[in-house]
Structure formats: structure tokens, C-alpha cells
């Protein structure tokens, strides 16, 4: 006799907003009848935190304010103690969408120091010589901004002269270029491309490649300190090799799912997002151009991705 259960939500996307219904219902298999000391049903939704290895013995004295921040806890019923026939047994559930008290939902986002996850775990329990069976799901809670995006375009030269890491002195080995260039907006919704372009004007060094890197700044902590780390999201190829002067290049990225949200900031933590464009020289220097920029999601769920 083998039995088995399984939760089924009514949206296929699994994508919810605060205020909304997660429903669906619990699939319970059995191969013949089978007995059970009831089924529970839990929502949970919480922020957890991890500090990265050089970070460790610096925070250990206020450890404890890193422990998961619960956002949403909500646990019934779904059946009493009995027994169920053969075949497939379905239950119905529903929760509201609703944070604690004296908490807010954050944007589902999978990073590598800060996670918020959305879960539904239903728990069907069995005798004691038996294991419970149990079956969990993730879903994805999005937040629209109210406020409408106002766009902020940027304008960029990069020279010799506008290197801040390179000593006067070593101005004489860099190679000679000028590039110029313009991002589309600094402020972004999330569902739409990241967009701009690049124009090398001048070189005198062949050029390897030119690339965008979306790069997540995650920070944690408490009053005492914080500790703030950079890491890779991901890179995209702008172009590969010596790019003809004088030719524009277009910049496009979308936004990986999960990986982004908008840009957070609350007590003990902050989610930030940064763009490098890298140029890389056949001699082997790599120039790094650094823009900050603040993701947001419009207000609007029936707004497309245009590719």
C-alpha cells in the first residue's frame, strides 16, 4: 500500500500580491484505503539572512538579530483524524495574502546573503510506526510600486582622465581610448529590459570585449555594524573582439527572475543592484565603468516584456 499528497495552487504561474487568495487544493493518493491522524496545512513567508565567511567573527556578539524574520505564518486544518478511500482524495484550501503584525511582505528573492521565500507545506499525519507524508511548494509574491517610474537617463565618457584607481604615473602605460555612451534609465521596472549603448570613439589598443555585469549588493546586520557584500548575478557579451570605432552597440539585459526584486532597504537588511560596464584590452588591462540603479516594479500586471 503506498500513498502519496500534493499541493496543486489555481494560478499555473504561481504568482501572488498582497491582499490576493492563494488557493488550490491538496491532492492526496492513496492505493487502497489508507488512515491518517489529520492533514495540516502551513503558510510561512520569511527573510533569512546569512553572513559570509570574513563577516562571521565580526558579528557573532549580536548573532541572534540574523535569525529569520517571519513575515507571514498561517497553519489549519485541512482534515481531522480518518480515513481516506482509494483513488485521489482533492481539499480545498484558501489563505489571504496578509503579513503579521508589525511586518511587511518583501518581494520573493533568492540571493546569496538575503532570501525571502513564499512556501505552503501540507503535512498529512500518519501512525507511529508510519512516516508523515508531506509535500512542499514555493510561490512568488510580487509588490507593484504605486508610484509611477520617472525615467533618469545617463550620459557617460570614459577616458584616461576619468579613472579614480590609477595613479598619475601609470597614466603613460594605459592605453588611449575615449568611450562614450547612454543608459536609457538608472531607474528601472523590473519586467522590462535593461537598455542603453556603447560607442568606442578612440582606441589605440585593439579591444577584446565589451560586457555588462548585473551585480547584487546585498547588506545584513543590525545598529552595531553591517556587512555589505558584492557578488555576480550575471554577464552579458556586448560585443567580442575589435569593435569597429564610431559603431553604436546596443545594451540590452533582461532581468532574471528570482535573482532581482526591486531595491529593498529595511532594518537589518538591504538588496541593492549595480551595473559595471567592463571593456576588456587584448594587452590585458580591463576598464570598469560602475552605475548604480534602483529596480522598482510598475503597477501594472497585464504590461508585457517587449523584446
Known amino acids: 500500500m503506498s500513498s502519496s499528497v500534493e499541493i496543486k495552487l489555481s494560478k499555473v504561474d504561481r504568482v501572488y500580491r498582497p491582499g490576493e487568495s492563494v488557493s488550490g487544493i491538496i491532492s492526496f493518493y492513496s492505493k487502497g484505503k489508507s488512515s ?25 556578539a549580536f548573532y541572534n538579530s540574523l535569525k529569520p524574520i517571519k513575515l507571514v505564518d498561517y497553519r489549519i486544518d485541512v482534515a481531522k483524524s480518518g480515513k481516506v478511500p482509494d483513488g485521489v482524495t482533492e481539499l480545498p484550501f484558501e489563505f489571504r495574502l496578509e503579513p503579521l503584525p508589525d511586518q511587511q511582505l518583501f518581494e520573493t528573492y533568492h540571493g546569496v546573503f538575503v532570501n525571502v521565500q513564499y512556501t505552503l507545506q501540507v503535512e498529512v499525519l500518519k501512525g507511529v510506526f508510519s512516516k508523515n507524508l508531506t509535500h512542499r511548494l514555493e510561490f512568488i509574491v510580487e509588490i507593484p510600486d504605486p508610484k509611477p517610474i520617472v525615467p533618469k537617463p545617463v550620459d557617460f565618457i570614459v577616458n584616461p582622465d576619468a579613472l579614480e584607481s590609477v595613479k598619475k604615473s601609470q597614466l603613460t602605460k594605459i592605453p588611449q581610448f575615449k568611450i562614450s555612451g547612454q543608459l536609457e534609465s538608472v531607474s528601472c521596472d523590473i519586467s522590462q529590459p535593461f537598455v542603453g549603448e556603447v560607442v568606442v570613439e578612440e582606441s589605440n589598443a585593439q579591444i577584446k570585449s565589451i560586457e555588462v555585469q548585473l551585480v547584487r549588493v546585498e547588506t545584513c546586520g543590525c545598529a552595531d555594524g553591517f556587512a555589505k557584500e558584492s557578488t555576480e ?32 532597504a529595511a532594518k537589518t537588511f538591504k538588496i541593492e543592484f549595480e551595473v559595471n560596464l567592463v571593456i576588456m584590452f587584448e594587452d590585458g588591462h580591463l576598464l570598469s565603468q560602475n552605475f548604480p540603479i534602483q529596480l ?7 504590461k508585457a516584456l517587449i523584446i
Open 36 to 60: 491518517h491522524n489529520g492533514i495540516t496545512l502551513q503558510l510561512e513567508g520569511e527573510v533569512t539572512l546569512q553572513l559570509s565567511r570574513k563577516s562571521v567573527g565580526v558579528f557573532e
Open 296 to 302: 522598482k516594479r510598475q503597477n501594472n500586471k497585464n
Open 233 to 264: 548575478i550575471q554577464n552579458i557579451q556586448v560585443c567580442d573582439g575589435d569593435v569597429c570605432r564610431g559603431l553604436t552597440l546596443p545594451i540590452y539585459m533582461i532581468m532574471p527572475r528570482l535573482f532581482t526584486c526591486p531595491t529593498t
